[in-house]
């Protein structure tokens, strides 16, 4: 049973285009998370959650727009993709701000 | 504000040599946590460890080891006897409870390639 799902896994689109991915843990956590790998393997937090309320908005992008519809989920959506945003996006939760967190397995976005 | 420097980029080994990784931060905040974590070529992020700002004692983990050391700001892990399954991007982080809370603070991760 894997802990933290994220999909897809793979994204391939085209500049302009929509796109979502949706992140589920259950592990039972209060807090959830979204990551962004640049091609450097740089990870850099983009937006936290606690409970469904949104914690951090890390100077991302207004085309980037998180949504918790519960604890246990943590989708984004992204519009008007750019090249720019092809990274590996990581969705991750925690129990809490003090305990490690867990990560999904990655969703690769590529902007073509 | 918070950060974290991992000087290594890549470290090159043969197998079975003992191999540490540096892990260096910067925090304002009195208690605070530290990980380490493992990223294999296949991608996923496994965590490894967590240590708060008040344990300062070593753990020892099978091959793993980790030394904590509050005077110089330092979260080193050492891999004994290091193995080809070793051979991934480890990277440390920091998580703060004042400034920089609700987020973990990434090194930019140390590439550690265990040659057979």
């Known amino acids: 049973d894997t802990a933290v799902s994220q999909t897809p896994k793979y994204l391939v689109t085209q500049m302009g285009n929509d796109k979502s991915i949706k992140c589920e843990q259950n592990?039972?956590?209060?807090?959830m998370y979204w990551y962004k790998q640049d091609s450097k393997k740089f990870l850099k937090i983009m937006f936290s959650y606690n409970n469904k309320e949104l914690i951090i908005n890390e100077t991302v992008p207004n085309r980037f727009s998180p949504k918790s519809p519960d604890k246990a989920h943590l989708n984004l959506h992204i519009n008007s993709l750019e090249l720019g945003d092809s990274a590996v996006y990581f969705c991750?939760?925690?129990?809490?701000?003090?305990?490690?967190?867990?990560f999904g397995q990655g969703t690769r976005l590529t902007v073509v | 504000a918070q950060k974290v420097t991992q000087a290594q980029t890549e470290i090159s080994v043969v197998e079975k040599e003992d191999v540490t990784l540096d892990c260096v931060y910067e925090?304002?905040?009195?208690?605070?946590?530290l990980f380490w974590y493992k990223q294999p070529p296949s991608g996923e992020l496994v965590f490894l460890i967590r240590r708060n700002s008040f344990d300062e004692q070593n753990e020892i983990s099978g091959r793993y080891s980790w030394n904590f050391q509050k005077s110089t700001s330092s979260f080193n892990f050492t891999i004994t006897a290091s193995q080809v399954v070793d051979s991934a991007v480890y990277f440390c982080a920091l998580s703060g409870t004042t400034s920089g809370t609700y987020k973990y603070i990434f090194g930019t991760g140390t590439r550690l390639k265990v040659l057979a």
């Open positions: 925090t304002r905040d009195t208690t605070y946590y």
């Open positions: 592990l039972g956590h209060d807090t």
């Open positions: 991750a939760s925690s129990q809490d701000k003090y305990t490690e967190a867990f």
